[in-house]
């Protein structure tokens, strides 16, 4: 762990304005239409953005990939660094007492995430102020897998995998009045999520989430990192509405409050999930790419 964090380290030593002057460098080559990472985020913003001209299409989706890029190198900034100075990039809160609040309550909250710029700084920053339980989805290379476990296990905070006895473990802490962090925002394993609309199309998705809060009727609020004015990180943090409590509408309700985070700023958002590769339909938006 010790190799990992100084390789990371001596890594970011390299100033970040440098690092978003290359990745744009290469997009006003145009390389970065070849990107798989391009094409399905381009794919994406057709998809939920069917409004938008061409060309803001292809601009947005250009914009992303740059954020996509640097955010990664803001992870591997996180992982270098401690909870306190880690925390530092962050310039701007939005509603920072929505979690301090519920927090003093100590009657459980439910931290609900996207997948905006680096999840990991995010995660660093909740840290900072709370322990929490989380979910984690398996890194496929086992010495990374190890490294960013340790990492969110930091100052005693529990870590479960993506799995059903993960879901117990964190369903448990709920009850059990303990912060829970978890993104809701990717596409769950077959027969662990429904179809809901996102973006006015059929999705898969995870419902862990809504259902954990509707059930018990503890709070939840919809969380994010954001990129402002020049370039500068702020935390963004809103309040669930209030159909996530409703029989009728609370599992769409997430999405529609993803959504709306998702809107902030667009071009923040991770576009290169395969989001809606198990359509209803059969019929598969990503063939080719």
Known sequence: VITMKLLFYLITLIPISFIRSAVNFYTKLGLHRNSSVY????????????????????????QSFIETIVSGFETLQSWARPIHISGKKIFRIENNYLISHNVNKKNGLAIIAIHNRSVDMLLKWINSRTNTTTLYKKVKIKYLDNF?????????????????????????????????????????????????????TDA?????????????????????????????????????????????????????????????????????????????????PYVGI
């Not at 985020?41 to 250009?62: G, H, Q, R, S, V």
């Not at 059903?164 to 829970?180: L, Y």
């Not at 394993?189 to 996102?198: A, D, Q, S, V």
């Open 39 to 62: 094409k399905l985020t381009l794919c994406n913003i057709k998809i939920c953005f069917p409004e938008y001209k061409d060309n803001e299409k292809t601009l947005l989706a250009k």
């Open 148 to 200: 960013v476990r340790k990492q969110r296990q930091e100052n005693n905070n529990e870590v479960y995998e993506t799995n059903i006895h993960g879901v117990r473990k964190i369903f448990k802490a709920f009850i059990d009045n303990k912060v829970v962090c978890l993104a809701a925002d990717q596409v769950p394993k077959r027969g662990m999520g429904e179809y809901i609309k996102f973006f006015n």
């Open 204 to 284: 898969y998705t995870t419902t862990l989430a809504a259902s954990m809060v509707y059930k018990t009727k503890k709070p939840a609020v919809f969380i994010c990192i954001n990129s402002f004015e020049n370039n500068r990180l702020g935390i963004t943090i809103k309040p669930s509405n209030e159909d996530i409590y409703n029989d009728s509408e609370y599992k769409l309700s997430v999405n529609k409050s993803i959504e709306d985070l998702i809107k902030i700023n667009p071009k923040d958002y991770s576009w290169e999930y395969k989001r809606f590769r198990r359509s209803p339909s059969g019929i598969d």
